[in-house]
């Protein structure tokens, strides 16, 4: 069974707390509240857990063409995401510290180039102790 990330999770059999690692790939920008999205991923780890995760940082127009055809893009009810449900990584630092994550720990572009740069392809965060 597939994890709906924005519902109660042990309404889905998940176990809070006990998750050493989390990897999400192109996945989490797609909720509509990405602060409840990050609470409930904070959930699933136990203290000093790590969430990897992978997600476009940077729109690029191609992406919009190919994407925005699909009723999924456009589910973010944030005003900051009201034209692209990507984020830069001052927001994502900033949900982050919010929703009970030490923040961006490490950060490795998809290039090299700045101009061609539109993924971090590795966020790695660590739980802080409750």
Same mark, same amino acid.
């Not at 909720?31 to 991923?41: C, G, I, Q, Y």
């Not at 973010?76 to 900033?94: G, V």
């Not at 949900?95 to 994550?101: A, S």
């Given at each position: 069974? *597939? ?5 109660? =999770?042990?309404? #889905? ?6 998750? %050493?690692?989390?990897?999400?790939? #192109? ?14 991923? !904070?959930?699933?780890?136990? *203290? ?11 729109? !690029?127009?191609?992406?919009? =063409?190919?994407?925005? &055809?699909?009723?999924?893009? !456009? =589910?973010?009810?944030? *005003? ?7 984020? *830069? ?19 490795? !572009?998809?290039? #090299?180039?700045? %101009?061609?740069? &539109? ?5 790695? =965060? ?5």
């Amino acid at each position: 069974m *597939p994890l709906g990330i924005e519902n109660d =999770l042990l309404q #889905q059999g998940m176990e809070v707390n006990s998750y %050493d690692l989390v990897i999400a790939a #192109q996945v989490l920008h797609a909720t509509k509240d990405l602060h409840a999205t990050m609470r409930n991923v !904070w959930r699933l780890l136990k *203290p000093g857990g790590r969430l990897l995760m992978v997600e476009t940082t940077k729109d !690029w127009s191609a992406q919009h =063409l190919i994407f925005g &055809t699909l009723p999924g893009w !456009w =589910l973010s009810e944030e *005003p900051e995401r009201a034209m692209s449900p990507n984020m *830069p990584l001052d927001m994502w630092q900033r949900i982050l510290k919010t929703t009970g994550f030490s923040g961006l720990d490490i950060n490795v !572009w998809d290039c #090299q180039d700045q %101009d061609h740069q &539109t993924s971090s392809v590795k966020l790695q =965060l660590e739980v802080e102790a409750s």
